[in-house]
């Protein structure tokens, strides 16, 4: 018998609900399914043959999704895979010999900002599991001397990245200084606090109780991202002399992507570096002005150009499904502006500008419902991740 290729999809989109999530959804399904045997007497030959095997696929996809396995999500990562694997079986049953591809599972339009309401977390454990350091065991230093949280965004226009970083260090004159710096846009910030002593022990005991140091040299993938995007890592500097190693032993843990992979410790570390920032004696805020990405460059390439190049529409964040993002980054998940972000704003006769430059944060007042990030002082944040820099609330 001749191989059959057969293409499919959904006449009309399929109800299903994903588990642990509110709500009801509807998809569309496509694929093909290349089929090596079945029965000719129930399904006729060659074009007859062809419409009944297609009739048969899609009608099984709605039990298909009905019977979607435990820990798994229909839009989640490996979903074509499930799928796949659920078809073959029931084709199987039918007595239908088959190897099926599915092409795409896709919400129908306007289901995306439900959907993320209500699955949206689940969907990000999904696509990137949070790194668990249960099990870890204890890996022999001195003390903590230095922890730092360090961001880097990569823009693919020119001028486009920036980086901010959070630093704490135990000097050797009894002093606990928490740095705080942001570099882009055409200018340079830097912040120095003096912490209290009882705050700044919160980070080593955050680090050893989640083995921090031995999570660090632990080989774990994180996604790759090829366009623009922002990456972090976490640096703590040991005092190993005292066991006969370094005096500044240093141990980083490469976190990929921002808020992905290891998203909870990396919330927990910035939470704790707030807390030191906010409850410290600033004893230095200086700013320096580089000019802009585009200020040495004269006529139209000159810092007006670089606002024009700036100007962004109000845009939904196509990671998360926020809605409402005006910024170069999500302020829910901190994901950046995609390039091709639509112009929602020219139905309302013009673009949105672009957050103004920041002021220093010591001076910036948080707007009504909204706050101000004590990385880059941009105010009127309204979401867990700040519109300008990409710095976690």
């Given amino acids: 018998m001749a191989e059959l290729l057969i293409k499919f999809g959904t006449p009309a989109p399929v109800p299903f609900r994903e588990h642990g999530c509110d709500g009801d959804f509807t998809a569309r399904v496509t694929g093909s399914a290349a089929v090596s045997a079945y029965d000719a007497a129930r399904c006729g030959e060659g074009e007859a043959a062809e419409r009944s095997l297609r009739e048969t696929v899609a009608g099984m996809?709605?039990?298909?999704?009905?019977?979607?396995?435990?820990?798994?999500?229909?839009?989640?990562?490996?979903?074509?895979?499930?799928?796949?694997?659920?078809?073959?079986?029931?084709?199987?049953?039918?007595?239908?010999?088959?190897?099926?591809?599915?092409?795409?599972?896709?919400?129908?339009?306007?289901?995306?900002?439900?959907?993320?309401?209500?699955?949206?977390?689940?969907?990000?454990?999904?696509?990137?599991?949070?790194?668990?350091?249960?099990?870890?065991?204890?890996?022999?230093?001195?003390?903590?001397?230095?922890?730092?949280?360090?961001r880097s965004t990569h823009g693919m226009?020119?001028?486009?990245?920036?980086?901010?970083?959070?630093?704490?260090?135990?000097?050797?004159?009894?002093?606990?200084?928490?740095?705080?710096?942001?570099?882009g846009g055409g200018r340079n910030t830097r912040l120095e606090y003096r912490v209290r002593p009882e705050i700044a022990q919160k980070a080593r005991d955050y680090v050893a109780k989640k083995h921090l140091a031995a999570l660090s040299k632990e080989k774990i993938p994180t996604p790759q991202v090829y366009d623009n995007f922002t990456s972090s890592s976490i640096v703590m500097t040991f005092d190993d002399s005292a066991l006969g190693g370094s005096a500044f032993e240093t141990c980083a843990i490469q976190c990929g992507p921002a808020g992905m992979t290891f998203r909870t410790i990396e919330d927990e570390v910035c939470a704790i570096l707030k807390e030191c920032?906010?409850?410290?004696?600033?004893?230095?805020?200086?700013?320096?002005?580089?000019?802009?990405?585009?200020?040495?460059?004269?006529?139209?390439?000159?810092a007006g150009m670089l606002a024009d190049?700036?100007?962004?529409?109000?845009?939904?964040?196509?990671q998360c499904g926020r809605a409402g993002n005006t910024g170069a980054f999500c302020m829910g998940c901190a994901s950046p502006r995609p390039a091709d972000a639509e112009d929602a704003a020219d139905a309302a006769g013009g673009a949105t500008a672009?957050?103004?430059?920041?002021?220093?944060?010591?001076?910036?007042?948080?707007?009504?419902?909204g706050w101000t990030c004590s990385s880059c002082g941009h105010s009127g944040n309204g979401g867990r991740f700040c519109a300008w820099c990409g710095q976690p609330r």
């Fill in 61 to 150: 996809i709605p039990d298909c999704l009905a019977r979607w396995p435990e820990g798994k999500l229909v839009m989640g990562s490996g979903n074509r895979e499930v799928l796949n694997a659920l078809l073959e079986t029931a084709l199987a049953d039918a007595g239908v010999t088959a190897k099926v591809e599915v092409r795409s599972i896709d919400l129908i339009e306007g289901q995306m900002d439900a959907y993320m309401k209500a699955c949206g977390e689940a969907l990000r454990e999904s696509l990137s599991p949070q790194v668990k350091t249960d099990g870890l065991g204890d890996e022999a230093h001195g003390p903590l001397i230095g922890l730092s949280y360090d």
């Fill in 354 to 369: 672009p957050p103004p430059a920041p002021a220093k944060p010591a001076e910036a007042a948080a707007e009504p419902g």
């Fill in 277 to 302: 920032r906010e409850t410290g004696e600033c004893v230095l805020n200086e700013e320096k002005d580089t000019g802009g990405a585009f200020g040495g460059f004269p006529g139209p390439m000159g």
């Fill in 309 to 318: 190049l700036m100007t962004a529409a109000v845009w939904s964040c196509p």
């Fill in 157 to 183: 226009m020119m001028g486009s990245s920036s980086s901010s970083g959070d630093r704490l260090d135990w000097n050797r004159d009894g002093s606990i200084i928490l740095t705080s710096t942001y570099s």
